[in-house]
Nanobody
Framework: VQLQASGGGLVQPGGSLRLSCAAS????????MGWFRQAPGKEREFVAL??????YYADSVKGRFTISRDNAQNTVYLQMTSLKPGDMAVYYC???????????????????WGQGTLVTVSS
């Protein structure tokens, strides 16, 4: 199993980035796919989830970030706009087979994790 995240980088406040996560080694279409982030000195936190029911977002990113997936390409994306310094973190993609409404924002609900990609928001 492999989750390869990419697309991070340096962006000015107010700017945009699109993260990608290419998956392999499991049946991608059968998994809930999420994005989490971890800032220095802080715990890893939920950002967004996409599954066959819809999309879900942390309140802190709602209206600014959009998660999407391409099951044919085994890839999940995170389009980030209006970036703020508080969005600066390492972003991780994750895959979970049995994520539900009570666990979707918990790291424990996801079996597979990517290596992370760093997003720096600074002028």
């Amino acid at each position: 199993v492999q989750l390869q995240a990419s697309g991070g980088g340096l962006v000015q406040p107010g700017g945009s980035l699109r993260l990608s996560c290419a998956a392999s080694g499991f049946t991608f279409s059968s998994y809930h796919m999420g994005w989490f982030r971890q800032a220095p000195g802080k715990e890893r936190e939920f950002v967004a989830l996409i599954n066959w029911s819809g999309t879900y977002y942390a309140d802190s990113v709602k209206g600014r970030f959009t998660i999407s997936r391409d099951n044919a390409q085994n890839t999940v994306y995170l389009q980030m706009t209006s970036l703020k310094p508080g969005d600066m973190a390492v972003y991780y993609c994750a895959a979970g087979r049995y994520v539900n409404g009570r666990s979707y924002d918990s790291t424990y609900a996801y079996e597979y994790w990517g290596q992370g990609t760093l997003v720096t928001v600074s002028s």
